[in-house]
């Protein structure tokens, strides 16, 4: 068998570095994906105990605010 053509030694090399950085984009989103999900469970549950006592019962429209402020902005718990 003879040596490899010029260049192809590069190429292996670039394509290896590529599905290196690939596979550590996938665990980053992967882990960022978890991260997610954990704070939707917790909105969840604190809208799910909100409406326990007596708070909203669902989403609803608003058609502006009474003062005419903008309505709160929502942040993540923490």
Do not use: H, I, Y
Not at 38 to 54: C, H, I, M
Request: proline share 13%.
């Amino acid at each position: 068998m003879s040596a490899p053509p010029p260049g192809w030694t590069r190429v292996t090399q670039q394509n290896a570095a590529m599905v290196q950085e690939a596979n550590a984009a996938s665990r980053t989103l992967s882990e960022e994906t978890d991260g997610l999900a954990d704070l939707v469970v917790r909105f969840q549950t604190k809208t799910a105990s909100a409406q326990t006592r007596g708070g909203p019962s669902g989403c609803r429209e608003r058609r502006g605010s009474p003062s005419g402020q903008p309505p709160p902005r929502l942040t993540p718990p923490g």
